[in-house]
């Protein structure tokens, strides 16, 4: 069964940094692309950041230039740093994996971590 594991997030002031990773297991082989989305309170959950297996990256406008991900394809396990953090990046993120194949074949259903806390409060 794949599984997806985000580390923990925490409490960050304006201006300051944060990284998170996700890990996944389950007898994967590949996974075609990774990403990171998060929910704030009240609103739907939207996409931050995605990552292929061939290293490209998608945007969300709001992070661009702030955020950077990137993944190591042996692990499968994708990072999201975080810098220049603004009180409107605060939610629960999410990792994400998509088209994952494992020893029992190529699964279509993304799967998702539990999520992890950011908050960003002065």
């Known amino acids: 069964q794949v599984q997806l594991v985000e580390s923990v997030g925490g409490l960050v002031q304006p201006g300051g940094s944060l990284s998170v990773s996700c890990a996944s297991s389950?007898?994967?082989?590949?996974?075609?692309?990774m990403g990171w989305y998060r929910q704030a309170p009240g609103k739907q959950r939207e996409l931050v950041a995605v990552?292929?297996?061939?290293?490209?990256?998608k945007y969300a406008d709001s992070v661009q230039g702030r955020f950077t991900i990137s993944r190591d394809n042996v692990k499968n396990t994708v990072y999201l740093q975080m810098s220049s953090l603004k009180p409107e990046d605060t939610g629960v993120y999410y990792c994400?994996?998509?088209?994952?194949?494992?020893?029992?074949?190529?699964?279509?259903?993304?799967?998702w971590g539990q999520g992890t806390q950011v908050t960003v409060s002065s």
């Open positions: 990552i292929t297996s061939g290293g490209s990256t």
């Open positions: 994400n994996a998509h088209l994952v194949v494992t020893e029992w074949g190529t699964h279509f259903n993304d799967y």
């Open positions: 389950g007898s994967i082989f590949s996974i075609n692309s």
